[in-house]
DNA sequence: CCGATCTTTATTTTT
DNA sequence: TAAAGATCGG
């Protein structure tokens, strides 16, 4: 079973070599991107089991994403030639879940428990504010969603906070409102799979003991985004006997918003009494020019731990900058410019376009069909997130456990079966007065209306027909007999898609129907709600990569199109009244140019359709902060561009509303004295001037008027 | 009391 | 734009 250890450690760097052959300790890799952090852990676990330090069984690794988790298993069973089923490897949330589901009963839950993903979450605490009698107008659901995810991710209890802020105390009661709701229907949120297990090792010493034995190398990736609910639970596993391998990087922190603390990294140097973490400070991945881009971007934010990052590489080409006239023709260029790449030779594979945001990605979607270039999405409306999916979930669910409130109540009268709102209100009202759930007041009553009667009918039949089936065959019969089929046929709108996503999720089925531990289905339903999905057809076709910038982290391309870099949209609106999310937004940028090679494509649109709306936003500031000796301007073509130029300009909404003698054009990037640089959005007809909605950069949209205003037309060339 | 249709509204990032 | 909520006709 020995591998050659010395192949194993080829090329390697003083610095990698140094962390991978660690002999023993705790130790925190500072490692910035594209320094090989990934190979330098994956290297780490080959060596200590072709070494015979470890085995696998003995080995548990820590990832954010269950697609880091596919990577680092698949890289390693590349380097040895031990089997590493007995290896855990995974996300936090994945880890913990396996951990609840071996010791439900220590972590006090039923056995059948289920997780609730974040639709879920919003719609029990939606029916909670609704049965406390709180309008959601005083108390928005999403402000209550994350005021429990905030205090569990920071591994506090309704019980353990103190109301300072008088809304407090309508929140925390509602906390633990919340809380004891999900434990009596045997529901685990996200943040409440870490919390609960943490929990559940804290009050075990003998648990405790157990892992720590086992798990002699606990190993970590991208550890600056871990919360501190995740931090303190790592700490469990770590022993007398056993070593911490973190590795992180400061500046790639992107999961604020999830909670992430990325002091944990200074913590932990103090925490396990590491003097000297080892620096990976040569980058192998990026040409010059695209790390000198970067690190001139990154440079700006002022909470960072200095990192001189280099490479030895050529600069390579300068990098592309475009300014398109519209979303449409922005995605046409690209689209262009990666079906010319092809021809030229550069694999799809290895060619990315990234984006801020998942709704992004229709456009692109749309024009790479239309051209015939295989695509994959990663993300987006995840699988399991689809309204067909769950409701086939839910209808499985209810067949595993009746008693799934929330699973009947998505599926009581979908398809529609004439069960109206009273009648589930009355149906509601009664399982309250008998203290049971929904199905236990349906199965109470003798003399139950015909259409409930059928509802009870239907769902034991098909308990009954599915009870010998293997699970693709289950799920088949379940959206056949449900209705849910016949619905979607005859909704001609969307119908292809939905059908064809049910029809995905038989053949996901598959996969687990050979799962040795466990029933199939219930593993099935639970991986449902941690799995986002990477069901999507292609596999293995090379095709362009399409993701979000988060979803980027930790890849790396030959190419790569930062696509819709505007004031609003990355960065995003949302963070830029706030500091610390500005800077979060700069991080997701460095991520995003840091995962090029050789190519690195920045891409804006003047005019953007946004929630339906036309928008003019500026181009992004972090365009502004390259050096412009680092990059070329490239023109959109609009002759090429022409017909979808026209399409998106002549709308009636336009016709309408635009005055043809305004002497501006919306869309046009003008200068005022006082307020500086500003977009045109729009114009109105005002007797003889003209009323211009402009939005400024500096402090936001003025309405001006065009016989006041001293508006002078910005000439594109001043810029560079 | 149901269900279809109109209206409103809220839109980041991930597990 | 799309999903959830409000309204209206049967």
């Known amino acids: 079973m ?43 676990i080959a060596w200590l089991l072709a070494t015979n330090q470890a085995r696998p069984h003995n080995i548990l690794t820590v990832t954010f994403t269950n697609k880091a988790a ?188 999830r909670g992430a603390e990325p002091s944990n990294m200074a913590l932990l140097l103090k925490d396990y009494d590491i003097t000297e973490p080892i620096r990976l400070e040569q980058n192998y991945r990026s040409v010059g020019n695209v790390l000198k881009a970067a690190n001139a971007v990154i440079k700006k934010n002022t909470d960072r731990l200095d990192k001189a990052l280099w490479t030895q590489d050529i600069d390579g080409e300068p990098l592309n900058l475009l300014e398109a006239a519209t979303d449409k023709t922005e995605v046409a260029f690209i689209v262009k410019e990666v079906s010319r790449l092809d021809k030229a030779g550069i694999l799809l594979d290895n060619i990315a376009v990234l984006y801020r945001s998942n709704a992004q990605s229709r456009l692109f979607e749309q024009a790479l069909f239309d051209r015939g270039i295989a695509y994959r999405i990663y993300g987006g409306l995840r699988f399991f997130e689809r309204q067909e999916i769950k409701h086939a979930i839910a209808y499985l669910r209810l067949i595993v456990n009746p008693e799934d409130n929330d699973a009947l109540l998505r599926v009581i009268n979908v398809p529609t079966r004439g069960i109206g709102l009273r009648t589930i209100e009355g149906l509601i009202d009664h399982a309250k007065q008998f203290n049971t759930s929904l199905w236990g007041a349906l199965k109470l009553n003798h003399e139950l209306p015909v259409k409930l009667a059928n509802f009870v009918a239907l769902i034991e039949n098909m308990r009954a027909l599915t009870e010998p089936m293997a699970l693709s065959e289950m799920i088949r019969l379940v959206v056949a007999r449900s209705g849910l089929k016949a619905m979607y046929e005859q909704n001609l709108k969307d119908h292809t898609e939905r059908l064809e996503n049910l029809e995905e999720l038989m053949n996901a089925a598959v996969n687990f129907e050979s799962d040795g531990d466990q029933i199939p289905l219930i593993s099935f339903l639970n991986n449902a709600a941690l799995e986002s999905g990477e069901y999507q057809a292609q596999h293995g076709q090379r095709a362009l990569q399409l993701m979000t910038v988060h979803a980027a982290k930790g890849l790396e391309f030959d ?55 036309f928008n003019y936003p500026m181009r992004s500031r972090f365009i502004d902060d390259i050096p412009s000796q680092l990059t070329k301007v490239l023109s959109d073509d609009y002759a090429n561009f022409g017909t979808t130029l026209r399409h998106t300009m002549v709308t009636k909404k336009h016709l309408k509303t635009m005055p043809n003698d305004l002497p501006y054009q919306i869309g046009q990037t003008v200068m005022h004295q006082k307020f500086g640089l500003g977009v045109i959005t729009d114009a109105e007809k005002m007797g003889e001037t003209f009323r211009l909605t402009v939005n400024f950069a500096a402090s936001g949209t003025k309405w001006l008027d065009t016989a006041y205003a001293k508006l002078q037309i910005f000439d594109e060339s001043m810029k560079h």
């Open 2 to 44: 020995m591998g050659n250890t010395h192949s194993l450690l080829d090329g390697l760097n003083p610095q990698q070599m140094q962390a991978v052959c660690l002999a023993s300790g705790n130790m925190l890799i500072l490692a910035g991107a594209g320094s090989g952090k990934t190979r330098v852990l994956t290297t780490r």
């Open 70 to 257: 596919k990577e680092i298993d698949a890289r390693i069973s590349a380097m040895v030639e031990v089997g590493t089923q007995a290896m855990w490897a995974g996300t936090f949330h994945g880890l913990c879940h396996r951990l609840l589901r071996i010791h439900f009963k220590e972590a006090n839950l039923p056995k059948s428990f289920q997780i609730l993903d974040s639709t879920d979450q919003l719609s029990v605490i939606r029916r909670l504010l609704k049965t406390q009698q709180l309008s959601e107008e005083l108390l928005a659901p999403r402000q209550v969603q994350y005021f429990i995810n905030r205090h569990k991710e920071a591994g506090k209890r309704s019980t353990f906070l103190s109301a300072d802020k008088p809304q407090d105390q309508q929140l925390i009661p509602l906390f633990q409102l919340y809380d004891e709701y999900c434990q009596q229907q045997g529901l685990v949120d996200f943040a409440e799979l870490l919390l609960r297990s943490h929990e559940m090792m804290q009050s075990n010493p003998l648990l405790v003991a157990h892992y720590q034995q086992r798990f002699l190398h606990i190993l970590v990736d991208e550890f600056q985004d871990t919360n501190r609910l995740q931090y303190q639970w790592l700490k469990h596993f770590v022993g007398k006997e056993s070593a911490l391998f973190a590795v992180g990087d400061d500046d790639q922190s992107i999961y604020g918003f």
């Open 559 to 613: 190419t790569v199109f930062v696509s819709g870099l505007e004031e609003g949209l990355f960065p995003h609106e949302n963070s830029l009244t706030n500091a610390k999310e500005t800077q979060e937004e700069r991080r997701l940028m460095y991520v995003a140019m840091t995962r090029a090679k050789r190519q690195l494509y920045l891409t804006c649109a003047k005019q953007r359709v946004l929630h339906g709306r």
